[in-house]
């Protein structure tokens, strides 16, 4: 339980400590956020060696009173799908830090606090296990994100910075007010508890279990979560707020935004929509699944004609989540499973583009496709790394993106929700677009004559740039290579997960898991 | 079944063959740049190929002396577990994947000590012999796999350092169609062979829907004993003419051949390796591995034979009027992929894996050869400017010779045993016609494969003796080709028809009894679906006159050739280009496939991206819905708007305040 508490509260108190630095002294800061990030890293080792992976329950649960009124309390545990995130927040963090040495020039001090802020509010958001703290959390992170694209972004950062803004309440607003909702329901009509009111996630998730909400209503509260998370994800046709939040933001900010806080909104469908809302889930998977396929072919076509690398980066991820939507409703545990491995792969290939893509920036301060070309003779070590990641966004296999894809489209093909082809035959053409958007920019960046004689001395990556690039390699080729290792960690949770919805509609349950594990008494009430 | 499967402990050994490639591409590709000794990297290039082909050998050997009937499973780790999908590493030791493996390791083999002359002095003479390793160990995968998903690994990753080869001199220029840079070559390779790669994908996962497993042997067995969840003849049409088009990719067939010669771009061994002896060869693998599946879909395997035929045809029409010695042959390979898709289509997959292996060698040999004549020439292409260079090139000359007659089938040599076995056994099953357009392309073949030889190697000397002063190639490179000289010229002993060999031995066709194991259940099914045609002797006969006739349109075309290239003005073919400049012009532009995909794919889909899915449809209909929202519903916009301007310090301190205001209360509630 403790680990839990620090690897949430660590960032937080690194922000305070560092509100103490005089802000003249850049380098003590950067590296004491550097420190701090670095040692939560580390800390959440400790985390993925203490959980139990046949476990399909949540762990490391706290559970301490807070508003008794209306039975809001500080609720947090992880099971096998949200420690996957947590890792993937505490690995990219230290990244996002380090890349920001060179990207931040400006108010250094205000922009490290914000960074481990938003740290701080994403492993909150992944680890909730109380839909008014979830709510909390999901909002603060509005706060240092929209300050991050706002004073350190680019010329249009306030276009940006307000479309992102505007995009995301009107999701939130939604969502809070069907947890208010969720919350008097199940605690006055299903349970007519003492505050006639709860926000306890296991106590509704039980509830919900025995008695699901009329469907007509479930519609209705399934699309207001639904809303806030897609907008997030970003689903298409919620999609414009990206790009140019993406080409917008500094570099480090684009890192985080793709790999970890896009990652909020996927999580929170499966977390909440799914789990929560099964019957509305069937009724609404063929719909949601479209837009994911639709989202999967449009990002992929609109990244294709971009000119600048980084939107072009942006467009790709809406391609990406796609596919991560499509396995999540597929409902399969290889979809859910492909859907959750996807949602880390992105975070690194994504990731490591938008590094990359930064790198260059901050060489030649600009990102126009044309003004490149022949960078490979310079930049030898460079190409390699953007060779790498390219591929690994391109599904190849031996490489993460595969696995993801793979087992998304496996799900959505095999899936009797769905129970059509039609979804994978059009998501699987995302594949030949991903090859050419990626394969074009790169030919036309790396390849040819460097004829620009701007370019001409570009220096190639630096140690720092290193210690960035090979730790994101490191875990593409593992996790193309030895998937299991981080798959085997959420199998069990999406199992139960998919159990539960197969008996809701099937009437059976397709897996058997541990016997020991099935519905430890988790639940306080 | 399954439980059957012994695994061999000898068999384990199957797991270095990809491995040590694997190392090879570690080590060179980790720390090649530091040595520096071309000698040194091109000994453990060529080491991390030639232990493997021991290994190969050792197996080989094995199998031979064991008789095994049914392949060995040599599982290495569980790669995907998750659901009711459990993919493996794992390896399959049986006659397909040794001989295929021995193909790659040897041919490669030859071709990494070729390189080590020819990459010579290159500025990144490491990363090329990374990058063949790194493709020695994907083509393993390919063929060594016992499941489709690992195949499909080696068959992406092969695809991956064809890419890098391709473009591996990224800053040089390549003229193609929409192409300016090698780069530009490399990126079409990709992108074509990714639409073939979805028919792939989808296959499989028709067949696990069918089947419950991707495993090679589970699926082949279930399939020849009609056990499926969910049999109809439909569903496997779909699969295997969805995996064909996988193959139609990855063996430059209509529609999707228009790569391959501009796969040219790479270095010259590149394509001898890559683009002829192996990497093309995948799709016939593919076919040949699930020939089960095949022999169940006959509509798929008429679409195969009718692809083929059409490839074999059209691409060696196009070879009729280039002048650059490598598009030729790329041509050339594309028609005789054509001709092993034939093959493979009408059912005679012997003759089709037979054609592979003796295309490995002749094409190899001619690649190379072009490379040493490029080598020789000061990376001249054009053959109508070169002439005369036997007498400078003996070695390159008389290897490429042998290599020449080998691919026009003239008798006892390699080509002409597999070639004919494939004519043959289009014709036995019925298909008279495409004996006669295959025959038809074997004329067109022999024609330009002399018009290569006779105005590369003979004739006046038209390049300019001041500034190209040509010389025979280093021992590392003429070496290979004096081996695959021999086994172009020897080879096709391995597969003696029966009606020429029946005087010494029952069984003269080795590889054919060799590969019986492999493809007996396929050759059964297909065997009850068609009768018998006749007897014995009287097929003979036709097969004797068959070969006279075949030979004597080989010797035709050798004729010709040499007729309308001994006049130093070339006065025939200018009089043909002439009288016929629609014809030759259509030929010459390899009749505009190119241009049609741009017309009627590429630009549209550009076109209805740029202007209307960004332009329109995300900047005009869904920003503007947004904007418009954003202002209309109490100027939520224009307020943060104001806010923004100017302010955002005291905005910062409100909201920071209002963190910590909430921070606090949860603080204090702990």
């Given at each position: ?13 690194g922000?305070?400590l560092?509100?103490?630095?005089n ?25 993925m ?6 476990n ?15 039975d ?6 992880v099971?096998g ?27 250094q001090k205000e ?9 701080f509010?994403?492993?909150?958001v ?6 008014f ?9 509005l ?30 607003l ?19 508890n ?7 996630f ?37 999609h ?7 080409t ?39 719909i ?6 639709v989202?999967?072919?449009y ?59 930064g ?9 126009d ?29 031996g ?10 489209l ?15 035959i059009?998501a699987t053409?995302?594949?030949?677009f991903?090859a ?18 701007q ?27 030895y ?12 199992k ?13 349950k ?16 | ?21 694997l ?13 520096k ?24 050997i094995?199998?031979?002396k ?50 080590i002359g020819?990459?010579h002095g ?10 063949l ?13 016992s ?16 890419y ?54 589970t ?19 779909a ?67 009718i692809v ?13 009027v ?41 094409k ?7 490379g ?13 400017m070169?002439?005369?260079?036997k ?5 390159t000359y008389i ?10 089938g ?29 025959a ?9 494969m ?9 004739g ?39 009606a ?7 069984h ?40 006279l ?10 004729y010709?050739a040499n ?17 016929f ?16 995909y ?14 209307f ?18 202002r209309t ?26 963190i ?7 603080f204090?509630?702990?």
């Amino acid at each position: 339980m403790a680990i839990l508490l620090t690897i949430l509260f660590l960032p937080l108190a690194g922000a305070f400590l560092l509100m103490l630095v005089n802000k003249k002294e850049a380098k003590v800061i950067q590296y004491t956020a550097l420190a701090i990030s670095l040692a939560t890293f580390v800390i959440s080792f400790s985390l993925m060696a203490h959980f139990d992976s046949n476990n399909p329950n949540f762990q490391f649960i706290v559970n301490i009173e807070w508003i008794k009124q209306f039975d809001a309390g500080f609720r947090i545990g992880v099971d096998g799908m949200s420690l996957l995130l947590v890792m993937l927040t505490a690995f990219i963090a230290p990244i996002t830090i380090l890349s920001s040495f060179s990207a931040i020039e400006k108010r250094q001090k205000e922009y490290y606090v914000m960074i481990l802020i938003l740290q701080f509010a994403m492993t909150g958001v992944f680890i909730s296990l109380d839909i008014f703290l979830f709510y909390i959390f999901w909002e603060i992170i509005l706060i240092p994100m929209y300050f991050i694209i706002g004073i350190w972004g680019g010329k249009d950062r306030l276009y940006a910075t307000v479309k992102f803004f505007i995009f995301t309440v009107v999701g939130s607003l939604f969502m809070l007010v069907a947890i208010v909702w969720l919350g008097s329901y199940v605690g006055g009509t299903v349970l007519h508890n003492d505050a006639g009111f709860t926000t306890n996630f296991m106590v509704i998730q039980h509830a919900l279990d025995n008695q699901p909400i009329p469907l007509d209503i479930q519609k209705w509260i399934f699309l207001a979560f639904a809303l806030s998370f897609c907008i997030k994800v970003p689903l298409f046709p919620f999609h414009t707020w990206l790009p140019d939040a993406h080409t917008e933001a500094p570099t480090p900010g684009s890192v985080v935004l793709a790999a970890v806080l896009l990652k909020m909104g996927t999580y929170g469908l499966i977390r909440f929509n799914l789990d929560l809302f099964p019957q509305a889930s069937f009724y609404y998977a063929p719909i949601i699944s479209t837009l994911a396929v639709v989202g999967i072919v449009y990002g992929a076509l609109v990244a294709m004609v971009q000119t600048d690398m980084k939107r072009l980066v942006a467009y790709s991820s809406v391609s990406h989540l796609g596919f991560v939507v499509l396995g999540i409703f597929s409902m399969t545990v290889e979809g859910i499973q492909g859907g959750i491995i996807q949602m880390v792969n992105h975070g690194l290939s994504t990731g490591m583009l938008f590094l990359l893509v930064g790198m260059i920036y901050e060489r030649r301060h600009t990102r126009d496709i044309a003004e490149f070309g022949g960078i490979a003779r310079v930049m030898p070590a460079f190409t390699v790394f953007f060779s790498i990641a390219m591929f690994a966004s391109v599904g190849l296999p031996g490489l993460n993106g595969f696995v993801g894809e793979f087992l998304t489209l496996f799900g959505a093909f095999n899936s009797p929700f769905l129970n059509n082809w039609s979804y994978t035959i059009v998501a699987t053409s995302g594949v030949i677009f991903a090859a050419v958007y990626l394969l074009w920019m790169f030919q036309r960046v790396m390849f040819g004559a460097n004829t620009n004689p701007q370019n001409h001395a570009l220096k190639d990556i630096s140690k720092r740039e290193w210690a960035l690039l090979v730790p994101m390699v490191v875990f593409i080729v593992w996790i193309g290579v030895y998937p299991s290792t981080f798959m085997k960690v959420s199998e069990n949770s999406t199992k139960a997960l998919v159990n539960k919805l197969y008996e809701k509609k099937f009437g059976y349950k397709p897996y058997a898991l541990p016997a020991s594990t099935q519905q430890k008494a988790n639940i306080k009430n | 079944m399954l439980e059957t499967l012994r695994t061999i402990d000898m068999y384990d050994m199957i797991k270095f063959i990809p491995l040590i490639p694997l190392i090879g591409f570690l080590i060179l590709g980790l720390t090649g740049k530091y040595i520096k000794k071309e000698a040194v990297i091109g000994t453990i290039g060529s080491l991390a190929v030639f232990i493997p082909f021991v290994l190969s050998i050792i197996l080989f050997i094995d199998i031979v002396k064991q008789h095994i009937t049914s392949p060995v499973i040599v599982p290495v780790y569980t790669w995907i577990n998750t659901g009711q999908l459990s993919i493996s590493i794992s390896y399959q030791v049986d006659q397909l994947s040794i001989l295929f493996s021995l193909i790659i390791t040897g041919v490669g083999f030859l071709i990494h000590i070729y390189s080590i002359g020819y990459m010579h002095g290159d500025r990144s003479f490491s990363r090329f012999f990374a990058y063949l390793n790194l493709f020695i160990f994907m083509m393993l995968n390919l063929v060594l796999s016992s499941n489709f998903l690992l195949t499909f690994l080696g068959w992406e990753g092969v695809g991956l350092c064809s890419y890098l080869l391709i473009g591996f001199w990224y800053d040089q220029k390549f003229e193609g169609t929409r192409i300016t840079w090698t780069g530009d070559a490399a990126n079409k390779a990709f992108i074509v062979n990714r639409i073939g790669d979805f028919g792939f994908i989808i296959a499989m996962f028709l067949i696990f829907l069918t089947f419950n497993s991707l495993d090679y042997q589970t699926v082949k067995e279930a399939a020849a004993g009609g056990a499926f969840a969910y049999y109809n003849t439909g569903i496997l049409t779909a699969i295997t003419l969805l995996m064909f088009l996988g193959c139609t990719g990855k063996s430059a067939q209509i529609p999707l051949a228009v790569w391959l010669p501009d796969a040219m771009a790479g270095p010259t061994p590149v394509s001898a390796l890559i683009h002829a002896a192996t990497m093309v060869t995948a799709g016939i693998f593919l076919i040949a591995r699930n020939s089960v599946l095949f022999a169940l879909a006959p509509d798929t395997m008429m679409v195969v034979a009718i692809v083929g035929l059409a490839t074999a045809f059209f691409a060696a029409t196009i070879g009729l009027v280039q002048n650059d010695i490598k598009k030729v042959l790329a041509y050339s390979t594309v028609s005789q992929l054509g001709f092993m898709f034939i093959a493979l289509g009408v059912g005679a997959f012997t003759a089709g894996v037979f054609h592979v292996m003796t295309h490995a060698f002749f094409k190899g040999l001619l690649f190379l050869g072009a490379g040493s004549v490029i080598h020789g020439m000061h990376h001249q292409q054009n053959i109508k400017m070169m002439g005369g260079l036997k007498k400078y090139m003996p070695v390159t000359y008389i290897t490429f010779f042998v290599a020449t007659l080998a691919i026009s089938g003239i008798p006892f040599f390699s080509g002409f045993f597999s070639k004919d076995e494939i004519l043959w056994s289009a014709f036995s099953k019925g298909h008279w016609i495409m004996w006669l357009i295959g025959a038809t392309a074997a004329f067109f073949t022999a024609f330009y494969m002399f018009r290569l030889l006779k105005l590369t190697f003979h004739g006046e000397e038209r390049f300019d003796p001041h500034h190209v002063h040509p010389h025979e190639s280093p021992k590392t490179m003429t070496i290979p080709l004096i081996i695959l000289a021999v086994l172009s010229a020897l080879g096709g002993f391995l597969g003696i028809p029966y009606a020429l060999g029946s005087w010494f031995s029952a069984h003269p066709n080795l590889l054919e009894n060799f590969l019986d194991p492999v493809f007996e259940d396929a050759q059964k099914i297909i065997s009850t679906a068609t009768m018998k045609v006749s007897s014995g002797n009287e097929i003979h006969f036709q097969e004797y006159l068959l070969m006279l006739i075949s030979t004597g349109i080989a010797l035709s075309g050798i004729y010709l050739a040499n007729k309308f290239y001994s006049d130093a003005l070339w006065s025939v073919p200018r009089a043909l280009a002439k009288n016929f400049r629609g014809t030759y012009n259509l030929l010459f532009k390899k009749y505009k496939l190119d241009e049609f995909y741009f017309a009627t794919v590429v630009d549209p889909c550009i076109e209805t991206s740029r202007s209307f899915l960004w332009k329109i449809f995300d900047v005009k209909y869904i920003d503007g819905l947004v904007n418009g929202l954003g202002r209309t519903s109490m100027g939520i916009g224009e307020t943060v708007r104001k806010l923004q301007t100017g302010i955002v310090q005291n905005y910062a301190v409100i909201m920071t305040g209002g963190i910590i205001l909430i921070l606090f209360w949860i603080f204090i509630s702990l």
